[in-house]
């Protein structure tokens, strides 16, 4: 049972775009879904699945363990990774930016009270107002905050055998569902949050 509780990936699965129900999902979307369930890795069908977040507003911009890897003469390491996120809104602050890794793609979601720091470090802007929504690159900046981030996004991309592109998405913008999307451990629809999917999971054990 505990071990059950610690995959949140099983409460993903019914959300996913190939097994999810309601109106929200277009039957193009459904199939093509399915047909990446045959072809896709499993590594990667997994991510597309319970997809990873991580925040990038937290980062402590220092030495990473890359650095100290490398000058011991070693292969170059995780980029002093940040930990990862319950895919849940109550996470998701409006002063915040995160990454989300897909699989297939990579999400930069900015919020609203995003700290004009951040802004100009990393995205090459003065503040929120002049980030460009659905933008599919970051600035190549002579900062450690903006290197930091690169190296985080590098060091993803060199795990897989494919491009996966990255997407700013504005937490004001039309598409932020596209990100929102992929927040299993909410309540979507029909479908249980993690935690009201836990507590039956519970209720049907102690039945047995």
């Not at 609203?112 to 690159?137: M, R, Y």
Request: glycine residues 4%.
């Amino acid at each position: 049972m505990q071990a059950l509780i610690r995959r949140p990936s099983l409460v993903s699965l019914p959300k996913w775009m190939a097994f999810r129900v309601g109106a929200s999902t277009k039957l193009d979307e459904r199939v093509f879904a399915m047909c990446q369930c045959k072809s896709m890795p499993l590594a990667y069908l997994m991510l597309m699945v319970h997809p990873n977040m991580y925040a990038l507003h937290t980062l402590n911009v220092g030495s990473t363990r890359s650095e100290e890897n490398s000058s011991d003469g070693e292969d170059e390491a995780a980029p002093g990774m940040p930990p990862l996120l319950p895919l849940s809104a109550e996470v998701v602050d409006r002063r915040g930016a995160y990454l989300l890794d897909t699989g297939e793609r990579m999400y930069l979601w900015v919020g609203t009270n995003i700290s004009e720091n951040f802004c100009s470090q990393v995205l090459g802007v003065p503040s929120f107002a002049s980030v460009t929504d659905q933008s599919n690159e970051l600035p190549e900046l002579e900062n450690p905050y903006s290197l930091r981030v690169r190296r985080i996004v590098s060091y993803l991309l060199e795990q897989r055998s494919f491009h996966a592109p990255l997407v700013i998405v504005r937490e004001d913008s039309r598409h932020r569902s596209v990100f929102l999307q992929y927040l299993h451990s909410d309540r979507v629809d029909s479908s249980d949050s993690y935690y009201e999917f836990v507590q039956k999971l519970y209720k049907q054990v102690c039945k047995a």
